[in-house]
C-alpha cells in the first residue's frame, strides 16, 4: 500500500515566526510547569539550586530557571526572557543557543557557590541577564551601530527594572 506524502513547503520558516514560537512555546512550558507545581502536594521548587551540596548542583543548575516561585516571579521573568530571546535569535540564532546554555550553567554555578546555605534558588533571572549580557557583548564586539544601538537599548529598557 502507497500512501500520499503531503507535499513540503520549500520555503524555509520566517525568522520571526521562528523566533517567537521557539520562544513563546518555552514561556508556555515555564507557566505549564508551574500551573502543575501549584496543584501538586509536593513543590517542585525543592528540585532548585541547593548551594554547596552534590545533590543540588547538576540536577538543581539544570532544573531552576524552568521553576518559579510563584505566578508573580514567572510573570516578572516571562516578558524580559521572551523579548531578549527573541532578539537574540533574531540576531544569531547558533549564538543564542551558546549564549542560553552558558548563561543556564554559568549563573547557576555562580548562584551555587554564593547563595546562603540551607536555601533554594529558583528561577530564571539569570538566563535573562546572560542573554542581556550576550546582546551588549554582541554590539560591542561586532561594532556595528544597530547591533549597539539595540544592546544599549534593551540594556535601558530591562536594566532598569
Do not use: K
Not at 539569570?126 to 564586539?141: D, E, K, S
Not at 544601538?149 to 532598569?160: D, R
Amino acid at each position: 500500500m502507497t500512501l500520499p506524502v503531503p507535499p513540503q513547503d520549500p520555503r524555509p520558516a520566517h525568522p520571526v515566526r521562528r523566533a517567537l514560537a521557539t520562544w513563546g512555546a518555552l514561556a508556555a512550558l515555564l507557566w505549564a510547569i508551574l500551573l502543575t507545581d501549584l496543584v501538586l502536594p509536593a513543590h517542585l521548587t525543592q528540585y532548585g539550586i541547593v548551594p554547596r551540596t552534590l545533590e543540588g548542583l547538576v540536577p538543581g543548575i539544570l532544573a531552576a530557571p524552568f521553576l518559579h516561585a510563584d505566578v508573580a516571579h514567572l510573570a516578572a521573568n516571562t516578558v524580559p526572557l521572551v523579548v531578549m530571546g527573541v532578539i537574540c535569535a533574531l540576531r544569531d540564532r547558533r549564538g543564542m543557543w551558546t549564549a542560553l546554555a552558558m548563561s543556564l550553567v554559568v549563573s547557576g554555578l555562580g548562584v551555587w557557590l554564593i547563595s546562603p546555605a540551607h536555601s533554594v534558588t529558583v528561577g530564571a533571572s539569570g538566563v535573562v541577564f546572560g542573554l542581556l549580557g550576550y546582546l551588549l557583548a554582541r554590539g560591542v564586539f561586532m561594532r556595528r551601530i544597530g547591533d549597539l544601538l539595540l544592546a544599549v537599548l534593551v540594556f535601558a529598557v530591562y536594566g532598569s527594572l
